[in-house]
């Protein structure tokens, strides 16, 4: 295996993980779980929404059309007809002249077509003073405004929000179908980790990644099943690998941080499948590997938590999302102005971290092994490969974080 | 009870939930579960990181002073004394002139100040050739350079991100102490609502209401407790409020949506607690109820789910903060130019749906009791209670959900 590694663009490590991933079968879990999960099929509703047309305010059930040039000065004087109880329909229709009291929600007698608020009026004998005027269909939503019987009320692969959540009880939706989600093996390699409960010693660093990479995917819709810390040993590595490959549906492999753990991890990947990439054009992340354990997607990240994390958010990201049927949660997109220069390399793409704040991004020059600029920062800037970097005062692009 | 609700501004809404949220009690979670809870305390590196100063990069140690001038055509030629393996000091100091092989993560040499990356090299015999000069700590992580010992890491309150994971990872921190998820009881009034399973009749509508609050508290690190459905009947609304108040925390009634569901929730409040305020200047959203049964903070909300979620975001979110010790995800703010005017009332706060794409936010004038428009949007704009609306083409803040 040649010493340097073979690197190639971004785009074209994100087009093989797009080739390896396959979305999971679909499974029904209960509304009050799925929030966050994805849906595999398209929900339409089963029912009209509104049933039946009604008030969206306290107030009368009026003819819109009585109401014409009604005002504080000039009330327009309607005959009260009764009070409308909820869930329950009129007694009579409401004639030219009349009005009848509406809860909201109440159902809107027949004859009526809009509903003056309760406090636009004043009782007055047994008459209504209506003092401002209101249009066809003000403060009423009518039959099946909302939606219609049998409409896609939201897509498959749509990732449910709080507010879809609610679309999905008004629409009956129960049981809800959505993508499994994947089992994501993690296995750390390098003979220089120990487990987070002991203490380094001189050369030793505590295992940030298992920790780093099963919250990231827990966070993207998956299930992240841990395979412990794998020292310089092809045998054990082999073992943990081949266990992973028959019990998950990906594997991340967190690289030794050394080019022999590298070497030793896309020998046996290359030997229990394939591997197509190993280097990728990106900073931090260069050393990441993308193949496959039999069928089973396998990426080797880099040994540095920060580059890990870089290659989780703008490669493996895509896998998952493949997966899950959705690409997670997407990194929200904000643009500031750079504080100071960013220079770059042409050829490679640069993820410079930033702290955004007010309108300005100052980037975080930390070495890729920091963890606490990661921590600190709270987004990304993006140099692509065909720039040499961006200046002061530059309005960029930021994925926060 | 005064037919019109006597309302208050949003600010001293707010403030009201400020006066009502007491922090949780605090508790220990394993380290891969604590990724999105809350640090109810300050936690401190109990090591230096890195605890000793390693290579960033595969190359070779040197002393940077050996390279100064080196390139291309003038490459240094230093002595190469032997490779350096993962976890194990050189077994000597690097003298002028001469340098060792590392691997990434490797144990810096006695002497060394540097590293070349092996692609800036040659080897040459005994020799190997500098071909790029490197300053002083250059492509090292230096002994206590990312935390020092009994540095605060993350502070308490913060909750936690991928990220953090992995410094509290770095830092031993197996068992994370957080803030105890608050349970908040949610009960559901209306003589409208029937069972997302049931198919509703002309005048009844399904209970939404339960299961868009069930997922936001959620969202906001809490656990949904929900009781059901109460019709019309003051002594079942009783005995669940009872109840939730002896189980919860905290206290949510999607109110009916009628004004005597409402005066009626109001009543027993008061009788087991307190009003603080019944009716709140914000639209959609204003027969709002803030007050408790007993100590137990309880909101009455809107029956309409869009006028429910946007008090949720506007005033539920700030007690859901203060009891989880976090504010919970915070809305992204992005500014973008508004497609349309939007109209308001002096006053009153509005909170206008929009759809942000490409810069521009498109108004959905929706009547507060669709769900379409609220699952179509992706964001807010909140026009002050002091400004009469924004003009086309204004600049304005979305809160994105």
């Not at 880099?302 to 998952?320: C, D, E, K, M, Y």
Request: aromatic share 4%; charged share 20%.
């Amino acid at each position: 295996m040649s010493f340097f590694l073979s690197v190639v663009p971004v785009s074209e490590a994100i087009a093989a993980v797009h080739r390896l991933g396959n979305a999971m079968p679909a499974e029904t879990v209960p509304l009050a779980e799925a929030c966050g999960r994805v849906l595999s099929y398209d929900v339409r509703a089963d029912v009209n929404i509104p049933g039946f047309t009604r008030s969206v305010m306290d107030g009368y059930a009026v003819r819109a059309s009585d109401t014409t040039g009604a005002g504080e000065s000039v009330p327009a004087m309607l005959t009260f007809r009764g009070r409308i109880l909820m869930g329950q329909n009129a007694d009579q229709p409401v004639k030219p002249g009349e009005c009848f009291y509406i809860p909201t929600g109440g159902i809107l007698p027949e004859g009526a077509d809009a509903v003056v608020m309760a406090e636009n009026t004043e009782p007055f004998g047994d008459e209504i003073l209506v003092k401002r005027s209101v249009a066809h269909n003000e403060n009423v939503l009518r039959y099946d405004e909302d939606f219609k019987k049998g409409e896609v009320v939201l897509p498959c692969g749509r990732r449910l929000s709080v507010q879809d959540v609610g679309v999905l009880a008004a629409v009956g939706c129960a049981d809800v179908p959505v993508t499994r989600r994947p089992k994501i093996g993690i296995i750390s390699t390098g003979n220089e980790l120990v487990p987070v409960t002991e203490t380094p010693k001189i050369g030793q660093v505590r295992d940030v990644n298992s920790y780093v990479i099963s919250a990231f995917v827990r966070e993207h819709g998956c299930i992240p099943v841990t395979y412990g810390i794998i020292h310089d040993d092809r045998a054990s590595f082999d073992a943990a690998l081949s266990q992973a490959a028959s019990e998950c549906d990906a594997i991340l492999i967190s690289g030794g941080s050394s080019k022999d753990d590298r070497d030793m991890a896309a020998a046996v990947i290359a030997q229990k499948g394939e591997v197509l990439i190993h280097g990728v054009a990106i900073a931090p992340g260069k050393p990441t590997i993308i193949g496959r354990v039999g069928t089973v997607p396998a990426i080797g990240l880099p040994g540095h938590p920060a580059a890990t994390f870089i290659v989780l958010v703008a490669i493996v990201r895509h896998l998952l999302g493949d997966m899950t049927g959705n690409s997670g949660p997407e990194p929200v997109k904000v643009t500031a102005k750079l504080a100071m220069n960013i220079p770059s390399t042409k050829g490679r793409e640069d993820y410079i971290r930033v702290v955004v704040k007010d309108g300005i991004a100052t980037p975080l020059f930390g070495k890729s092994g920091l963890l606490n600029t990661l921590a600190k920062s709270n987004g990304i800037v993006r140099v692509p490969a065909e720039s040499e970097g961006f200046e002061t005062g530059r309005e960029v692009d930021i994925l926060l974080w």
